[in-house]
């Protein structure tokens, strides 16, 4: 039973990343389309809705195809464990890296109408907005401090159940949930792997919350205060969901493994808890898409009227690499809302973005190596 709650939640995980590559198009800002900045009312443009339901169906059978081949090798997975997983890995990049280059056409497309219909920008607009008063920011970084108890609880646990814990500690099982990898019990074995574990999650999703605090805020010059306040409420959403999701799933995760270790449960009863706790992050992430929006952006066209400016205030197309990439030296901020999809990104023009991504990388690999010596 365990080992199907953890093939279901794998396998889901693959058409879900084309589901959610489809949707975007329609949960970006409607002054961006693929990336390429465009009046308002070229959403509502014949050609441009036909690219865009294009792309979406692309995507579509893109991650039916990924889905349907995962679930057949799935299937096998028990006795063709390398298969399975070489095969999830490669679905789940096809899912991702293919609608990708659907939107590198896409993009190319909406240039050329764009070109073609002589959108610009005739003057740069910005607009100011004092984001204090009863404007919503992501909730204080000071609620992380909640991943103390986390810790604290998975610590209790291990030393309460250290001196009845087997002399052989299982670190690793197979898709049928048999253990086939041990290691002799030793403070570092108990403790090292899930407690590090939680540390570094902890830091992470700490990390993330801080660059949603310190991004740069979104605003439309033609209605800055709907804007900000769209932004405001997108961030704290997203803040509120990241803290709940980290969590939940480093307590799955610390807690489950440190009672794997104690005998309470399996390998693969840790498996299916850790594979339940992250339905509901992958449900929430796209609830919340749906609802807010890139940025707010579906908050905002429910908050504005028919009778809105078609202007372009602005025009950064030639500062967004392949429509995702953002690079801009004169530009002081280090995080912003992406543009094609949902969340964050990095200012690549900025010399201090190397350390947001060399910090983390190294934290990684210092993590991997330490969970491989452990493990033997």
């Known amino acids: ?34 990336g390429v900045t465009v009046p308002p009312s070229a959403q509502n443009d014949a050609r441009i809705r036909a690219i865009k339901r294009r792309f979406a169906l692309r995507c579509l059978i893109v991650s039916a195809i990924a889905g349907a081949v995962t679930a057949g090798v799935g299937a096998q997975a028990q006795s063709h464990a390398d298969a399975f997983t070489a095969t999830l890995v490669a679905a789940a990049l096809s899912c991702t890296l293919i609608p990708f280059a659907f939107m590198l056409k896409a993009r190319k497309q909406v240039m050329a109408i764009k070109r073609e219909r002589g959108w610009q920008a005739e003057q740069r607009m910005a607009a100011a907005v004092i984001v ?15 991943y103390l108890p986390v810790a604290l609880i998975v610590i209790a646990i291990g030393i309460i159940a250290y001196p009845s814990m087997p002399d052989t500690i299982p670190m690793h099982a197979d898709f ?61 959403a997203q803040s509120i969901f990241l803290l709940v999701t980290g ?21 693969g009863q840790c498996g299916a808890v850790i594979a339940i706790a992250c339905i509901p992050v992958l449900v929430g992430s796209i609830a919340l898409s749906l609802v807010y929006g890139q940025s ?20 950064d197309d030639a500062h967004w690499k392949l429509g ?34 060399v910090g983390p990388s190294a934290l990684t690999i210092a993590l991997a190596v330490a969970c491989m010596t452990l493990a033997g």
């Open 1 to 34: 039973m365990e080992a199907a709650a953890a093939f279901a939640f794998l396998i889901a995980v693959v058409p879900a990343c084309g589901i959610a590559m489809a949707a975007t198009p329609w949960i970006t800002p409607k002054r961006e389309c693929f």
């Open 296 to 315: 707010g952006s579906r908050l905002l066209r429910r908050m504005q009227t028919r009778s809105e400016d078609d202007s372009m205030p602005a025009d």
């Open 132 to 146: 204090e008063g009863d404007i919503p920011h992501a909730i204080p970084l000071v609620w992380n401090l909640l």
């Open 247 to 267: 969590l939940c799933l480093t307590s799955a995760i610390g807690i489950g493994f440190m009672l794997s270790s104690a005998g309470v449960m399996t390998l």
């Open 176 to 236: 049928a949930g048999n253990v086939n990898r041990f290691a002799p019990k030793s403070i570092g074995v108990v403790f090292g792997f899930p407690v590090g574990l939680v540390a570094f999650m902890a830091a992470a999703f700490t990390f993330s919350h801080w660059a949603m605090t310190c991004s740069k805020r979104p605003s439309d010059p033609n209605a800055p205060a709907a804007s900000a306040l769209a932004y405001g409420l997108f961030a704290r």
């Open 324 to 357: 995702v990439f953002y690079c801009n030296p004169d530009d002081p901020s280090i995080w912003l809302p992406e543009r094609f999809g949902v969340g964050w990104t990095l200012n690549f023009g900025r010399p201090a973005v190397w350390a947001c991504i």
